[in-house]
């Protein structure tokens, strides 16, 4: 969880630097680490040698005599752990994996009394990746069993027109409806085009953590109709210091919650939430008041999402025939038992270093493994991640696209760690318009 906290740190610290006036901005510093692979796609066959490049630079040159200590080994589970000089600023230090896998050198240059970091990562036969997660006789009948009750509930739904978030191509919404049981909604943020008639739809579903959302009216103004959801039964248009005194309380690790008991988990109403999302979605054409001027034509529904995202979109796919194509991007939550066998495994790391894991935990969780909604999948996937993801291991993710069931497309951005470049972010979008036939 760590590991993820500090990611978000570092995007928030990012977001803030960039609203400062022009003339105060931070960008940077004058140290770099950069540690480079031999091959260009970062990829080699089980047993051959990765030779990576290792630079400690100052203002983008060189530096003499750096100070330098480094881990190296399977993510994760690194075995190697030294520390050296580099004369001239410059190290070539190699290392192999002899079974499939991701291995990774991480270095830190201590200078100035600061420590700067970098690593890469080599993929070894990567598409001979197999999952350990074990999967329930009875993983079938309990989802249907789940779905179906929570459809006991009716979905009263309510819908807030936006104005401040509309305009004359798009009308915005804030949403709720009900999921599994009486009282406890679902809230989100509906985009659709002001032009009438029937378009495809899109349900983004969340990454971890407490926030707002803003919907995208960018992707309905393409002739899209959006639902942006959150997990979390609240609202989801409140100032951000709302959502951050729950983080810190009533929702703080919150994935952590009933993950010992398959009917408490905390993810089996965010799941069966995401199914009721789409029972909404089909709703649109039938409400009254207000009067939407278009809605979803009960066709082309693509999910998308990252991180818990990433597993929410599988999960989604599998268990919803009304997806007709999916786009999962650094999926979370795969392969949990990984760790159990010393292999890096999805966050949130539920068993990594647990000398004696809590038996009834592991085996709820394999109800709530990505890994297992994967291998149900029929309809068509793109998958992208980063080698360098130090929050949810490319070892799970990889394992997890190669058990994926129907059509599928695979986009690794090899240097991105838990992030997306501008380019990934839009091949994402690329891919789920093209299968919906928008343009």
């Known amino acids: 969880m760590k590991r993820y906290i500090n990611a978000l740190a570092i995007l928030i610290l990012q977001f803030s630097l960039f609203a400062l006036p022009s003339f105060s901005q931070i960008r940077g510093t004058s140290i770099t680490v950069t540690v480079t692979p031999d091959h260009k796609d970062w990829t080699y066959k089980t047993g051959e040698t990765c030779t990576f490049a290792v630079n400690v630079l100052k203002s983008g040159t060189l530096l003499d005599n750096a100070e330098i200590s480094y881990e190296m080994g399977p993510e994760m589970y690194p075995d190697v752990k030294k ?4 004369k001239d600023g410059s190290a070539k230090i190699s290392g192999k994996m002899n079974k499939p896998g991701f291995y990774r050198l991480t270095v830190t240059a201590k200078v100035g009394g600061k420590e700067y970091k970098a690593w890469s990562t080599a993929a070894y036969s990567p598409e001979q990746l197999q999952p350990t997660a074990q999967c329930p006789k009875d993983f079938d009948e309990f989802w249907a069993k789940a779905i179906e009750e929570a459809r006991w509930t009716s979905l009263e739904p309510t ?4 104005p401040e978030r ?5 009308s915005t919404y804030h949403v709720s409806f009900q999921n599994d049981r009486w009282g406890r909604r679902v809230y989100g943020i509906l985009n659709v085009p002001t032009k009438p008639g029937k378009y495809p739809a899109i349900l983004k579903v969340p990454g971890a953590g407490v926030r707002p959302y ?10 899209v109709v959006v639902l942006e959801i959150g997990i979390h039964g609240i609202p989801v248009i409140k100032e951000q210091a709302y959502y951050d005194n729950l983080f810190t309380a009533a929702l703080a690790d919150y994935w952590t919650n009933g993950s010992n008991n398959r009917d408490r988990s905390y993810y089996k109403h965010v799941i069966t939430g995401c199914i009721r999302s789409i029972d909404f979605l089909e709703s649109l054409s039938t409400l009254n008041s207000p009067a939407l001027p278009s809605s979803w034509d009960g066709k082309n529904l693509g999910v998308c999402g990252s991180s818990q995202g990433g ?4 999960a989604t796919t599998a268990l919803d025939k009304r997806v007709s194509c999916y786009a999962p991007v650094h999926a979370a939550m795969c392969d949990h038992e990984a760790s159990l066998k010393k292999i890096a495994c999805g966050w949130p790391h539920m068993f990594y270093n647990v000398a004696k894991p809590d038996m009834a935990e592991v085996e709820c969780m394999r109800y709530y493994d990505g890994v297992n909604f994967a291998r149900r999948i029929t309809v068509p996937g793109w998958f992208s991640f980063g080698y360098n993801d130090d929050v949810v291991a490319p070892t799970s993710m990889y394992a997890t696209y190669n058990v994926a069931g129907g059509e599928k497309t695979l986009s690794p951005y090899q240097q991105t760690a838990h992030f997306w470049y501008e380019e990934q972010y839009t091949e994402w979008f690329d891919f789920l318009l093209g299968k919906m036939g928008v343009k």
């Open 214 to 223: 803003g919907g995208d009216s960018g992707l309905a103004q393409k002739g």
């Open 166 to 170: 509309s305009s004359d191509k798009v």
């Open 311 to 314: 597993f929410l979109t599988i």
């Open 83 to 86: 520390t050296m000089t580099l």
């Open 159 to 162: 819908i807030e027109y936006l």
